[in-house]
């Protein structure tokens, strides 16, 4: 993974690279180190082109089941908030 980020942004270094991608200090080389979330990290990765990774797949494939659950929730939240104001509607009627 390190390779291909020096080599699609032409730098020497994964440290130049972060720069690059106008991401804080060692933060890149940190995320490409360990298993730590960054989506600063991600999306950058993502604009480059980088979909290869692991980790990156994995964190995405999370996303949209966490965007899925949202979408349910919120969905039966709207549910719930209309059926609330037709019963107040009716208790206001009478």
Do not use: C
């Amino acid at each position: 993974m390190k390779e291909a980020i020096r080599q699609k942004l032409g730098v020497s270094s994964i440290t130049e690279a972060g720069l690059k991608l106008n991401l804080a200090h060692n933060v890149l080389n940190s995320w490409l180190s360990n298993n730590l979330t960054n989506a600063k990290v991600e999306i950058a990765l993502l604009k480059l082109g980088l979909r290869e990774d692991e980790r990156l797949i994995k964190r995405i494939e999370k996303l949209k089941s966490e965007y899925k659950k949202n979408e349910i929730r919120k969905q039966a939240y709207e549910k719930s908030m209309r059926e609330i104001k037709v019963l107040l509607k009716e208790i206001e009627a009478t």
